[in-house]
C-alpha cells in the first residue's frame, strides 16, 4: 500500500519562507521521478516541481528561482523549499508519484499578512 504523508503547512508573512516534506512508504522510493502539485481556491490543480530520480529538477515558471525541490532517498522524502513567498502562493499543496496516481493528503499553505 503506497502512503505519501505530508508535513503541515501553515500560515506565513509575504517574503517568508517555508519547507514542506512528503514521506512516502510502500515504493522503493529511489525508482520514481516525484512531483509536487497545488490547488488554489477556485483553480486547476497544477504541477509546481518536479525532481527525477537522478536528480534533475524542473519549475513552472511562476515559482521558479524561488522554489525547490530536493530528496532525499535514504530517508524516502521529498522536500519543496519555499522562499520569497506571495499570497498567489496560497493553496493547498500535495506530492504525489509522476506517472501514478498515488497522492498525498495535501497540506495548505497561506501567505497572507
Known amino acids: 500500500q503506497v502512503q505519501l504523508l505530508e508535513s503541515r503547512g501553515g500560515l506565513v508573512q509575504p517574503g517568508e519562507s517555508l519547507k514542506l516534506s512528503c514521506v512516502a512508504s510502500g515504493i522503493i522510493f529511489s525508482r520514481y521521478a516525484m512531483e509536487w502539485y497545488r490547488q488554489a481556491p477556485g483553480k486547476q490543480r497544477e504541477l509546481v516541481a518536479t525532481?527525477?530520480?537522478?536528480?534533475?529538477?524542473n519549475y513552472a515558471d511562476s515559482v521558479k528561482g524561488r522554489f525547490t525541490i530536493s530528496r532525499d532517498n535514504g530517508k524516502n522524502t521529498v522536500y519543496l523549499q519555499m522562499n520569497s513567498l506571495k499570497p498567489e502562493d496560497t493553496a493547498v499543496y500535495y506530492c504525489k508519484v509522476k506517472w501514478m496516481d498515488y497522492w498525498g493528503q495535501g497540506t495548505q499553505v497561506t501567505v497572507s499578512s
Open positions: 525532481i527525477t530520480t537522478g536528480g534533475n529538477t
